[in-house]
C-alpha cells in the first residue's frame, strides 16, 4: 500500500453530514486507504483512525508523522469505547464508517477476500480475531452452513451449495479460494450465473468470519453514548444486510416510545437518541459511478444526536 490519498465514497456528501472543523474530533471507525479521514484533516479536525487490517494502520501510522491531528489503533471499531479510552477522549463529535473491504484488500490473494485470484481461504480482516474460513467450513455441519449462505450471502440456492462445498467424501479439506471457487462452479447448472454466485458466498464466508453484523450492531450501540450532543453519525453500506441493520437501528432510536401501537400508555420508556438526517439513503452520482464503479452499491446514512436523554418533541 502507498501513501497516496484516494477519493473515498461519497466524499462531500459525507463532509456535509459531519461538518468537521478545528477543534472538532471524530473517529473514522474503518480508515482503509485514509480518504475520508483525509478530507476530516483537511476541514481542520481531529482524526482518531480505526483499522483492523494491519497495513491500512501501517499506512495510518506513517501518514499520521507528518499530521499530528492523527491518531491510529489497529482496532476494531466494535471496541469503539475501548478506542476512544485509550486515545484519552471523553466524547466525539462526529463517528464515520465507510463498511466492507477496501479495493486494496480485495486485489491482495493473500487475504482470500476474492474469487477471482488464488490465495488461502482465510478472509479475515485481522490474522488474530477469529478463525479463517477454511476452519469454519470444515467445523460447520451442512445445516450451519446453508443457514450462513442464505443468511449472509441471500442465496436462494444456498442448500445445494452447501452441499456441493460440504461435499459427502471429500478427503481432504479446503484451503484455497480456486479450490473453494472450483467446487462451486463445478456443482451450478450450465447457464448459472457463476460469478454473482461466487461473489455472494464469498461475502457471506466474509460475514461470517469476521462477525461483521454482530460488530455494526455494536458500535452503533456504543456510539450514542460517546457521540456528543448535536454531534453527527454517518454509515456507508454496501449490501442490503448492513444497510437494513442501520435503517432499523435508526427508525428505533428516533422514536420515543417502543411500545406496541395496542399500549395506550408508553410501559417502555424509551427515549430517542438520534435525529435522522437522511429519509431515504444518499447514494452516488452517476458522475461519481463513472469515476469509481464500486461507489454503485453504496448507501449512506446519518444522523445527529440527540442530547442525551431528550424526548424528540
Ligand atoms: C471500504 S474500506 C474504507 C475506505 C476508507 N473510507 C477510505 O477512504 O480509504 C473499509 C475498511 O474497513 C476496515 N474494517 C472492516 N471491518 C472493520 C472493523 N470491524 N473494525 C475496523 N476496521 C474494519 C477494512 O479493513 C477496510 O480497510
Not at 48 to 60: F, I, N, Q, S, Y
Not at 182 to 203: D, H, M, W, Y
Not at 273 to 299: G, H, Y
Request: glycine content about 8%.
Amino acid at each position: 500500500m502507498t501513501d497516496r490519498w484516494h477519493v473515498p465514497v461519497l466524499k462531500d456528501e459525507v463532509l456535509g453530514f459531519l461538518e468537521p472543523g478545528p477543534g472538532r474530533r471524530f473517529v473514522d471507525g474503518t480508515f482503509g486507504f485514509g480518504g475520508h479521514s483525509e478530507t476530516l484533516l483537511e476541514a481542520g479536525a481531529e482524526v482518531l483512525g480505526l483499522d483492523l487490517d494491519e497495513e491500512a494502520v501501517a499506512a495510518c501510522r506513517r501518514i499520521s508523522t507528518d499530521r499530528p491531528r492523527l491518531s491510529c489503533q489497529r482496532r476494531s471499531f466494535r471496541e469503539l469505547e475501548a478506542a476512544l479510552a485509550e486515545a484519552g477522549w471523553n466524547h466525539i463529535d462526529g463517528l464515520l464508517l465507510d463498511l466492507g473491504v477496501s479495493s486494496r484488500q480485495l486485489d491482495d490473494p493473500d487475504k482470500g477476500f476474492s474469487y477471482r485470484a488464488d490465495g488461502p481461504l482465510d478472509l479475515r480482516f485481522h490474522q488474530q480475531h477469529g478463525r479463517p474460513a477454511c476452519d469454519l467450513l470444515e467445523d460447520l455441519d451442512e445445516k450451519e452452513l446453508t443457514r450462513i449462505l442464505r443468511d449472509y450471502g441471500e442465496d436462494r440456492g444456498a442448500r445445494q451449495l452447501a452441499r456441493a462445498i460440504k461435499g459427502a467424501g471429500r478427503t481432504e479439506p479446503l484451503r484455497t479460494t480456486a479450490q473453494l471457487t472450483t467446487v462451486i462452479t463445478e456443482s451450478l447448472p450450465a447457464g448459472a450465473p457463476v460469478n454473482a454466485i461466487l461473489s455472494r458466498v464469498f461475502q457471506a464466508l466474509r460475514i461470517a468470519v469476521n462477525e461483521e453484523l454482530t460488530a455494526l450492531e455494536e458500535v452503533l450501540e456504543q456510539a450514542v453514548r460517546v457521540v456528543a450532543p448535536q454531534g453527527r453519525l454517518a454509515v456507508i453500506a454496501y449490501h442490503s444486510l448492513e444497510d437494513r441493520i442501520v435503517k432499523r437501528w435508526l427508525d428505533r432510536e428516533r422514536r420515543d416510545c417502543l411500545c406496541p401501537p395496542s399500549v395506550p400508555v408508553c410501559q417502555c420508556g424509551h427515549l430517542a437518541t438520534v435525529k435522522v438526517l437522511t429519509r431515504r439513503p444518499v447514494t452516488a452520482t452517476d458522475d461519481e459511478i463513472a469515476r469509481n464503479p464500486r461507489a454503485r452499491s453504496a448507501k449512506l446514512r446519518a444522523a445527529e444526536v440527540l442530547p442525551n436523554p431528550q424526548r424528540s418533541h
